[in-house]
T-cell receptor
Framework: DAKTTQPNSMESNEEEPVHLPCNHSTISGTDYIHWYRQLPSQGPEYVIHGLTSNVNNRMASLAIAEDRKSSTLILHRATLRDAAVYYCILRDDTGANSKLTFGKGITLSVRP | GAGVSQTPSNKVTEKGKYVELRCDPISGHTALYWYRQSLGQGPEFLIYFQGTGAADDSGLPNDRFFAVRPEGSVSTLKIQRTERGDSAVYLC???????????FGQGTRLTVV
């Protein structure tokens, strides 16, 4: 499975934008970039995913580098509820192997 | 609508005992996944089903672990001769198809004493 690299942790202030980086230098052409997050004592929840183009949804934006070797999850205005572990995951959505392989993720803390 | 439901939410068992953990996926979801998560770690893949069949069981740690999904809906993860190292949160997820987003349950916290 292609691997991703994320910092261990990041701090943010409430109501400020947050940029969570992810490196995936060994990404293959059919790998989609997925982001999930896990709030304390909860199961992971889907945030966003993309292949090549930048993506926006109600939760966040995903900026993908032109060479696809890195991406950034953007939370436009952090709230206290956004404090969670964020996982960047590569998955070949076109193939038969659809499991999500989680790393340690990045722990986001939000200061009031 | 209802999300993924896992029962029990907590299970304490003695070393050597047999346990069953149940997962009720979202109705209509054909793919079902099992993960386990130890403190401070990301979820670790165990097995996933497409319909009734196990499409990938490469994450099951040994032959004490087994999972079934006989009618393509509810799944049961079975652990024989439990060991203290099996203590973890066991997470279940389902998705409409293999390439769509996965929805996770709250997990079952298993403690082996």
């Amino acid at each position: 499975d292609a691997k991703t690299t994320q910092p261990n942790s990041m701090e943010s202030n409430e109501e400020e934008p947050v940029h969570l980086p992810c490196n995936h230098s060994t990404i293959s052409g059919t790998d989609y970039i997925h982001w999930y997050r896990q709030l304390p004592s909860q199961g992971p929840e889907y945030v966003i995913h993309g292949l090549t183009s930048n993506v926006n949804n109600r939760m966040a934006s995903l900026a993908i580098a032109e060479d696809r070797k890195s991406s950034t999850l953007i939370l436009h205005r952090a709230t206290l509820r956004d404090a969670a572990v964020y996982y960047c995951i590569l998955r070949d959505d076109t193939g038969a192997n659809s499991k999500l392989t989680f790393g340690k993720g990045i722990t986001l803390s939000v200061r009031p | 609508g209802a999300g993924v439901s896992q029962t029990p939410s907590n299970k304490v068992t003695e070393k050597g005992k047999y346990v069953e953990l149940r997962c009720d996926p979202i109705s209509g979801h054909t793919a079902l996944y099992w993960y386990r998560q130890s403190l401070g770690q990301g979820p670790e893949f165990l097995i996933y089903f497409q319909g009734t069949g196990a499409a990938d069981d490469s994450g099951l740690p040994n032959d004490r672990f087994f999972a079934v999904r006989p009618e393509g809906s509810v799944s049961t993860l079975k652990i024989q001769r439990t060991e203290r190292g099996d203590s973890a949160v066991y997470l279940c997820a389902s998705s409409y198809s293999l390439s769509t987003e996965a929805f996770f349950g709250q997990g079952t916290r298993l403690t082996v004493v």
